[in-house]
């Protein structure tokens, strides 16, 4: 006879798909756990993973002894477990394979929008720019790749922050500061929630001269990315006009859509993967600036 926790753990699995069975399963549940721990800041109890997987304990005792053998979890002093150094290997190299794969579609914002595009991760308290592809103009936009700014003063962190709580924004603010970089940053939590509602509605992100005097930038969230990401456009405030905005971002927003099919798709993925070295860079740069 099997045991109540057995009994449970059947259960469990005879709710899973057919082939979701075995190491396969094993390795679902692996993951699931991962990301809950991620989705909870990183550090959890094994009460809690039950609570909220619906897994037995003893399935999320013996999968989290087997990830923290493999060092992609640590149990702490406290007998709760974080996410492992280990992963950071993995996410690093996944960022840049975003990147990647993100090039072809910001090649095409430049094409169509004239202005240097950009991606941007949100990596904890900080964004951080995972690809970049320049604009033609002689007078462009730059920032290096794997750059790493604080959200407040950026289109992409206003883009990438615009649907969190509120309080988990203040707390941000709390632990980064808000420096001024130019007479036009946003430099309280109070003003820059209330920049966050203007983004809901308007749909977009705007940096208008906040992080450099004479550059705007547009940005927006990328939907359904498997992390949080955001595309924009930079260039200077005399081409990024009210009426180029206009134009620019009913572009951003539907180059941000086909992105996110993209990556949602293993097939589109591996077709952006063939394509991205297509795009070269052009004349020297001007400017360095974030968007």
């Known amino acids: 006879m099997p045991t109540s926790s057995a009994a449970s753990a059947s259960a469990t699995d ?62 702490q002093s406290n007998r709760r477990y974080a996410l492992g150094p280990r992963l950071i290997r993995l996410g690093e190299s996944a960022s840049r394979l975003l990147g990647t794969w993100a090039r072809p579609y910001l090649a095409r914002l430049v094409e169509e929008t004239g202005e240097t595009a950009n991606m941007a991760l949100l990596d904890g308290d900080e964004i951080v720019y995972v690809a970049q592809v320049p604009s033609k103009h002689s007078m462009r936009m730059f920032t290096e790749v794997g750059r790493r700014v604080l959200p407040h003063s950026t289109g992409v962190g206003k883009a990438l922050l615009a649907h969190a709580p509120a309080d988990e924004v203040r707390a941000l603010l709390a632990r980064t500061g808000m420096p001024a970089a130019t007479e036009k940053t946003i430099t309280t939590p109070d003003g820059f929630l209330e920049a966050l509602e203007t983004v809901r509605a308007a749909g977009y992100a705007v940096d208008d001269n906040e992080q450099e005097m004479g550059v705007r930038c547009l940005a927006v969230p990328v939907p359904n990315s498997p992390t949080p990401a955001a595309i924009s456009i930079s260039g200077p405030a005399g081409r990024v006009t009210e ?40 004349t020297a740069t001007t400017h360095q600036q974030q968007s």
């Open 14 to 75: 005879a709710a899973k798909p057919a082939s979701a069975s075995g190491g396969v399963q094993s390795l679902e549940r692996a993951f699931d756990l991962l990301e809950r721990m991620a989705d909870a800041g990183g550090e959890v109890g094994l009460s809690e993973l039950s609570a909220s997987s619906g897994l037995p304990l003893p399935t999320i005792h013996r999968l989290m002894r087997t990830l923290v053998a493999c060092g992609y979890v640590r149990q």
């Open 243 to 282: 009426t180029a905005t206009e134009r620019i971002v009913p572009i951003l927003q539907e180059v941000a859509r086909d992105l996110s099919e993209a990556l949602a798709s293993t097939a589109a993925t591996g077709t952006a993967g063939t394509t991205a070295g297509t795009t070269t860079g052009t």
